[in-house]
């Protein structure tokens, strides 16, 4: 008996999940095999390719509507959405050509170089070669696009076709029909390649919706073509289980069963399960059918003792592969956040309570996948540390004269006073990411953020007096947030003393963030479901619509890049990694005042 935990499209291809290493670790400590298979940086790898893109090009200069449109057995509502979805595409793709001003050769001649600089030590520090090998990459997905469109892969992101919704049909249809999803032909051909004979289960993590069409398209052709039971698991998967559950096919089609919340209990006992030593409606936190048909709920896991979790087992990944020439390992320090009260996240869904690990039993652990890996930068992947304990894990890196870089979130808490962000600094830590939000303090107020919002700017002063980056996000355009109040946030994006990146977000109604249940207080008339497979609703609101929200945000980034088009990283939602390894060689002063000379004219 033998597991295989699965990384699944699309995430940024610089590192490794941390939920495949984490729960290989969980089992091997326990005495049961298994491995780790990233899926997501063996497309990107397979993708980014002179052979490839070719092939690309001539599947959308041979692209014809009619013959898309041939079959004609779907239902009503499908068959007008292909239509749509043949029309646009046939426009996106001739435009694309029209315009094209050379754009296409000089890909095909340099997509694979494009590829080296991300992973070559040398080429990736040299900032003009890494920006440009980025912004070709980012041409030559356009262009693996273009046979799918209106779809769109990118490294940051995958859009499904725009045309189809999140309804389980439509998502259903896409993982079905080659002519309207990329991942589909790509993953026939990988499992044919692969021998995966020797597997009794294989888990796949879907995290975010990017996922949810190529992870599931994946789990359908590995039940079909494997004789593995498919565990599908996830914060993603969380979100969406009691409309999953209630979808027959799910279990007949994409899965056998899925993992509900925290892992590294539960892996443990489906694995005692299939040896003979667990019934399963004792193994905690799993959803299946039983020998009946019904969809049966287990029990949800017990609470974790972090300090006595196993360490995450990178030992099956390939680093060479992803696109960063130095790794960056990821660990957890803790579980969920300490303060959990933000009306609009959804964050703490599926996690338990908050917890976190010993200073000790942290600091081992990084000193343990330092070692073994010989990994110099981590990201510690939690929503929230306390100031407090931060200082004490900075405390116990320094006396361990572990030489180390790494970042992490953090909320803008006065514990974090000159003295506590310079001791991080000299234990390693280059940047945090700080949930600024809104400058309005009505705002502030309405999020529940739990800050005193007049202290912000002053610890951002002294973040970057210590020498640290500062990363900020932003929620624009909450419900009730007037022109002037966004216009105040907007202000704060742009002061580049104390904000280096921005990542700017629109306020989404999440399914099961806290403001779901108080919707009138903050003005919204109405909501419904944007899908059954959608983390969100539709809504509306006393001030805007959601369709003027996402025109509000759309305009303000794209004059933001256009104003910062020359610096290094004024705007990420992925990229931390690279920023980590830039702050880590060249110091924080040279990454912000550094000017790209290629874009100076772009």
């Not at 729960?23 to 497309?43: M, P």
């Not at 029990?299 to 960063?324: G, M, Q, R, T």
């Not at 006065?414 to 939000?437: D, I, Q």
Request: proline share 3%; charged share 25%.
């Amino acid at each position: 008996m033998k597991f295989l935990f699965a990384s699944v499209p699309q995430w940024y291809p610089v590192s490794p999940y941390l939920a495949g290493g984490l729960l290989a670790g969980q089992l091997r400590a326990n005495g049961f095999e298994a491995d780790t298979y990233d899926f997501n940086i063996d497309f990107f790898n397979d993708v980014l390719t002179r052979d490839y893109l070719e092939g690309c090009i001539a599947s959308a200069k041979a692209f014809s509507p009619e013959k898309m449109l041939d079959d004609a057995s779907f239902s009503d509502d499908i068959n007008a959405k292909r239509k749509m979805t043949a029309e646009l595409r046939k426009k996106i793709i001739d435009n694309y050509f029209i315009y094209d001003n050379g754009t296409v050769d000089t890909v095909l001649n340099e997509v694979e170089y494009s590829v080296k600089v991300m992973k070559d030590k040398e080429l990736f520090y040299d900032a003009e070669k890494l920006y440009r090998a980025k912004d070709i990459l980012k041409s030559a997905l356009e262009i693996a696009s273009l046979p799918y469109a209106p779809s769109r892969i990118m490294l940051d992101n995958y859009i499904a076709d725009t045309v189809m919704t999140y309804n389980f049909n439509d998502v259903d249809h896409q993982c079905r029909n080659a002519d309207m999803n990329m991942f589909l032909p790509y993953f026939e051909k990988k499992i044919r390649e692969m021998d995966l004979s020797q597997y009794t289960v294989i888990g796949l993590s879907i995290t975010d919706l990017s996922q949810i069409v190529p992870g599931l398209t994946l789990a359908r052709l590995l039940k079909k073509y494997t004789d593995a039971k498919i565990c599908l698991g996830g914060n993603y998967i969380f979100k969406v289980e009691s409309d999953l559950k209630n979808i027959p096919s799910v279990f007949n089609e994409y899965c056998d069963f899925m993992s509900i919340g925290d892992g590294e209990i539960a892996a443990v006992e489906l694995a005692e399960y299939f040896a003979g030593k667990r019934k399963i409606e004792d193994v905690h936190s799993l959803v299946y059918k039983d020998e009946n048909g019904v969809v049966c709920t287990n029990e949800k896991a017990p609470l974790l003792n972090l300090d006595i979790v196993a360490y995450p087992d990178f030992d099956c990944y390939d680093f060479s592969k992803y696109f960063s020439p130095e790794v960056v390992i990821p660990v957890q320090l803790g579980k969920g956040c300490y303060w959990g009260k933000c009306s609009f996240c959804d964050f703490y869904t599926g996690q338990q309570k908050f917890d976190i690990k010993s200073v000790k039993r942290a600091v081992d652990e990084v000193e343990y996948l330092a070692k073994k890996y010989n990994a110099k930068h981590f990201t510690f992947v939690d929503e929230a540390v306390p100031s407090k304990i931060y200082n004490a894990i900075a405390d116990e890196i320094i006396n361990r004269g572990l030489e180390i870089y790494y970042y992490s979130f953090a909320r803008l808490e006065k514990g974090f006073t000159p003295e506590v962000l310079r001791n991080l600094y000299k234990s390693g830590a280059r940047f945090f990411m700080w949930g600024y939000e809104a400058e309005s303090e009505r705002i502030m107020q309405l999020i529940n953020k739990g800050i005193d919002v007049k202290n912000r700017q002053q610890i951002l002063r002294d973040a970057q007096d210590a020498g640290l980056w500062s990363l900020c996000t932003f929620l624009l355009c909450y419900p009730t947030e007037t022109p002037e109040e966004l216009q105040s946030t907007i202000d704060v994006i742009y002061n580049h003393d104390i904000v280096n990146t921005c990542t700017p977000s629109n306020f989404a109604l999440k399914k099961n963030a806290i403001l779901k249940d108080d919707t009138s207080s903050v003005g919204i008339t109405d909501f419904k479901e944007h899908g059954e497979l959608h983390i969100a609703y539709k809504y509306h609101s006393v001030t805007q619509t959601m369709e003027e929200v996402k025109k509000k945000r759309n305009s303000f980034e794209k004059k933001y890049l256009e104003d910062t088009i020359d610096r290094l990283w004024p705007h990420t939602f992925t990229e931390t990694d690279l920023i980590l390894l830039y702050l880590a060689k060249y110091g924080r002063d040279y990454v912000k005042n550094y000017r790209l000379k290629y874009r100076k004219d772009f």
